[in-house]
């Protein structure tokens, strides 16, 4: 079993920054791929980026070049910095951690981008 624990959303204008926590526990290790995914209301739960062992990342396109993914193995956390917040970016944000074949997920975290 692996538990999922996010923080650090909240309410930010346009333009803005903040940063996610994701506190990993349980039958997780530093090769297992994590990663953050958002879901808006009305839409489908999405990717936002992934980070792999050896700390290689992926983002989707709408975010490249404003969020950045990184990971503590030491703490087990992985972290999204986002910056240049946009009204778009308004979600809940999901932690993810695949481990043995099982995807696993927080319980959300959500971001608000006033206009």
């Known amino acids: 079993q692996v538990q999922l624990v996010e923080s650090g959303g909240g309410l930010v204008q346009a333009g803005g920054s903040l940063r996610l926590s994701c506190a990993a526990s349980?039958?997780?290790?530093?090769?297992?791929?994590m990663g953050w995914y958002r879901q808006a209301p009305g839409n489908q739960r999405e990717l936002v980026a992934t980070i792999v062992s050896g700390g290689f990342t992926n983002y989707a396109d709408s975010v490249k070049g404003r969020f950045t993914i990184s990971r503590d193995n030491a703490k087990n956390t992985v972290y999204l910095q986002m910056n240049s917040l946009k009204p778009e970016d308004t979600a809940v944000y999901y932690c993810?951690?695949?481990?043995?074949?099982?995807?696993?997920w927080g319980q959300g975290t959500q971001v608000t981008v006033s206009s």
């Open positions: 349980g039958r997780i290790f530093r090769f297992n791929p």
């Open positions: 993810n951690a695949n481990t043995l074949g099982l995807d696993y």
